[in-house]
């Protein structure tokens, strides 16, 4: 199990380069199961779930190759498998989307319930709700989802669903795409990846219209032709790393992003008293010489601050002036990393799905636990604004969602390095 072993206090400088967005990726990957020519996707970050999600999509009899690092080739022509094994799933929550692309292409599917990150209950009922309305019928069997097409294909439905859910717009968005007739999808989520994975599906051949508004609708088509795609900036690495720049009082530049994804983010990190300039494809935060003070702020669906962000900025309100709440109303264990901030110097107080900061002069290094994705981010943050040395455990969470995030720090300056041990990860 690998530790990040960062000695902080020192401001980030310089200029990142922005990943692909994994969590545009991994729909967009689902996606390659509906076309029946070759598809090559672009822009794919170095992931630990994309590793996974292509060693899925060969499970399921595709055959992919990379063309470069970070460029993807897929031919699912003749995948024929439908079946989702446990032990690829488990490791994922994302693997869930699979399930509407192999019941659109081949009118069954068994899909293990997905694992994940370990933030609160993320139910798939909206999912398969969503499908029996478009025909299927499922049932749960031994820890499998088991659904079947009994008329041979998906037929289009209106779908109005309880709760905003990126997942199951996305997943039945795509099974939608190979469906008879038009589906409307009412309550649709919003977010930029929901509009990247549109937007790649009508480049491969399909009908999507109303992407990044609450009503999608699709009109089916018989087959997607497949082609090429570029994935979109990763939004959460390009925050993450602006609020590193907070929290150490530096300047950090990211390119090769879109400021236009993040506008909630950078509202409020210039509300705290950052200085934010943007252009077509570039952010640049500066915090060098200035008070920051703590921010209130709510996380919600898009528009709003994103789940994915809280976190970070709950490190950088740490070591800010002042005091602030956090409203967490996405999920309900999002705000675990609290305690280990804690263990650093930083005064938090939880009560519910609230967070309540008083901001402290300085944190101090100490040893901490990342308890998931995005926590583990914040914890990275708050290591390379304390004083002294950090450890940082159970880096397997971070590396599902941050690229090289090491060597990306080590080109802004932070001295950070990583640790392998040979004791297995124990959650």
């Given at each position: 199990m690998d530790q990040l072993i960062i000695r902080g206090g020192a401001p980030l400088d310089g200029e990142v380069a922005i990943s692909g967005a994994k969590n545009a990726a991994l729909p967009i990957l689902a996606a390659a199961l509906l076309a029946e020519q070759p598809v090559v996707i672009d822009n794919l970050p170095a992931l630990n779930d994309i590793t996974t999600s292509v060693d899925l999509l060969e499970a399921l009899g595709a055959h992919c190759g990379w063309d470069s690092s970070h460029a993807l080739r897929v031919d699912a022509g003749r995948a024929d498998k439908v079946v989702a094994p446990y032990e690829l799933v488990v490791k994922m929550r994302a693997s869930i989307l699979v399930l509407g692309p192999l019941l659109a292409r081949h009118g069954r599917a068994e899909v293990s319930f997905p694992g994940g990150c370990a933030i609160g209950s993320r139910p798939v009922d909206l999912h398969l709700r969503g499908l029996e309305m478009m025909?299927?019928?499922?049932?749960?069997?031994?820890?499998?989802?088991?659904?079947?097409?009994?008329?041979?294909?998906?037929?289009?439905?209106?779908?109005?669903?309880?709760?905003?859910?990126?997942?199951?717009?996305?997943?039945?968005?795509?099974?939608?795409?190979?469906?008879?007739?038009?589906t409307v999808i009412e309550n649709a989520a919003r977010e930029p990846e929901i509009v990247d994975l549109a937007n790649c599906l009508n480049a491969w051949g399909a009908k999507v219209s109303g992407a990044g508004s609450n009503q999608l609708v699709i009109d089916g088509v018989a087959a997607l032709t497949g082609g090429r795609y570029t994935v979109m900036p990763d939004r959460i690495e390009t925050g993450t790393f602006l609020a590193a720049a907070m929290a150490t009082r530096g300047r950090v530049r990211t390119t090769h992003t879109d400021p236009t994804t993040l506008e909630a983010v950078?509202?409020?990190?210039?509300?705290?008293?950052?200085?934010?300039?943007?252009?077509?494809?570039?952010?640049?935060?500066?915090?060098r010489g200035r008070e920051l003070r703590a921010v209130d702020f709510r996380t919600a669906p898009y528009p709003a601050f994103p789940t994915d962000m809280q976190s970070q900025l709950m490190a950088v309100n740490a070591t800010a002036t002042g005091s602030a709440m956090i409203h967490e109303t996405i999920f309900e264990n999002r705000l675990m990393q609290a305690q280990e901030l804690n263990r650093m110097g930083a005064k938090i107080t939880v009560e519910g799905h609230t967070a309540l900061v008083k901001g402290v002069a300085q944190l101090r290094g100490a040893p901490v636990r990342a308890s998931d994705l995005r926590a583990s981010a914040g914890l990275v943050i708050a290591a390379l604004a304390a004083s002294g040395e950090t450890v940082v455990d159970r880096v397997y969470h971070i590396d599902r969602g941050y690229e090289r995030i090491e060597e990306k720090l080590q080109g802004l300056g932070a001295t950070i390095s990583r640790r392998h041990t040979a004791a297995p990860p124990t959650d």
């Open positions: 025909g299927a019928v499922i049932e749960i069997d031994g820890g499998y989802i088991k659904a079947t097409v009994p008329a041979g294909r998906l037929h289009g439905s209106h779908i109005l669903m309880d709760v905003v859910s990126v997942g199951a717009t996305e997943n039945l968005m795509m099974a939608a795409a190979l469906a008879s007739g038009q950078l509202i409020k990190m210039q509300e705290a008293g950052a200085e934010v300039t943007i252009g077509a494809d570039w952010i640049e935060l500066d915090s």
